[in-house]
């Protein structure tokens, strides 16, 4: 069973920053080599939505509303991916998830972390 923990949401005003991080606790080193991780936000109301995603081989793909904002990395070693926000705007406001999908099954989920933009 894969165990994620997202941590770094928090209330913030427009053009602020942000940085996510998610961990995979319980992930063995080599195994959590072999993940594909995402970022999902759900808003009020709203479907869960993808913002990025980066394979095990490091492909990285961005959602258009995001692109030149918001960068999604991953410290293999700590067994973490992170979501860097920047100039954030109110409709950034949301439940931020984390996903891991295995090669033997997926997608696996955090609990969320808010991020809430306003002034």
């Known amino acids: 069973q894969v165990q994620l923990v997202e941590s770094g949401g928090g209330l913030v005003p427009p053009g602020g920053s942000l940085r996510l991080s998610c961990v995979a606790s319980r992930a063995i080193l080599s195994v959590f080599n072999t993940y594909d991780m995402a970022w999902y936000r759900q808003a009020p109301s709203k479907q869960r939505e993808l913002v990025a995603t980066?394979?095990?081989?490091?492909?990285?793909t961005y959602a258009d509303s995001v692109k030149g904002r918001f960068t999604i990395s991953k410290n293999n070693s700590r067994k973490t991916v992170y979501l860097q926000m920047n100039n954030l705007k109110s409709e950034d406001t949301g439940v931020y998830y984390c996903?891991?999908?295995?090669?033997?099954?997926?997608?696996?989920w955090g609990q969320g972390t808010q991020v809430t933009v306003s002034s």
């Open positions: 980066i394979s095990s081989g490091n492909t990285i």
């Open positions: 996903s891991a999908t295995t090669p033997t099954g997926g997608p696996y």
